[in-house]
């Protein structure tokens, strides 16, 4: 079946770790994004990538950082600067034009 | 500064109901308009609106944009148990493929 993964579901970082959220998508979408999404509040674009080996900051990209060396995979690493990881996460794939978005079903990060 | 606004924040009524879900804009280079439902985890995909005054239909949901006044709305009619759910719209920018989305409408529905 065609979709996007994404791994863990759930997720606990201690203080000073580094994590990383995987997400895969076999749609042959162009165009990458990761969400997140905090209580009471829409969700909001952290980077994306619309090709391989490139990327751009959304609106929250500090404290955290992104790759694409593969079209199907693009990981999430939330670093230790970031200093209010705890969040839902969300990762989602379109055409290279924007067209529709589709989600993964969200990594729950929590802090110990 | 680009932003969607979704009314009311959350609303309960009772099954059989019906409801109005409403999205207001204010975006430069506007595309497209998104609707999603989020329940219990990812947001799933319902409509995406491009021209105005077209309706889009699919069972009890209804949607229609107007590109003039900058908003949206989301119709459920004979609302059900399962229609519970956050309502999240979207706003698809024609400028580096980004999307604003809204706070989302938190619809409850009584049996």
């Known amino acids: 079946d065609g979709g996007i993964t994404q791994s863990p579901k759930y997720l606990f970082r201690k203080e000073g770790q580094n994590v990383t959220l995987s997400c895969e998508q076999n749609?042959?979408?162009?165009?990458m994004y990761w969400y997140r999404q905090d209580p009471g509040q829409g969700l909001r674009l952290i980077y994306y990538?619309?090709?391989?080996?490139?990327?751009q900051k959304g609106d929250i990209a500090e404290g955290y950082s992104v790759s694409r060396e593969k079209k199907e995979s693009f990981p999430l690493t939330v670093t230790s600067a970031q200093k209010n990881p705890t969040a839902f996460y969300l990762c989602a794939s379109s055409n290279q034009r924007g067209e529709t978005q589709y989600f993964g079903p969200g990594t729950r990060l929590l802090v110990l | 500064e680009d932003k969607v606004v979704q009314s009311p924040l959350s609303l309960v009524v009772h099954e059989g109901d019906t409801v109005t879900l409403n999205c207001s804009y204010e975006v430069t280079n506007f595309r497209s308009l998104l609707w999603y439902k989020q329940e219990k985890k990812a947001p799933t995909f319902l409509f995406m609106l491009?021209?105005?005054?077209i309706e889009k239909k699919s069972g009890r949901l209804s949607s229609i944009l107007d590109k003039k006044e900058l908003f949206s709305i989301l119709n459920i009619t004979a609302t059900q148990t399962g229609d519970s759910a956050v309502y999240l719209c979207a706003v698809d920018m024609n400028r580096d493929d980004k999307i604003i989305f809204g706070k989302g409408t938190r619809l409850h529905i009584l049996p």
């Open positions: 491009t021209s105005s005054g």
């Open positions: 990538s619309q090709i391989v080996n490139d990327f």
């Open positions: 749609l042959n979408h162009d165009a």
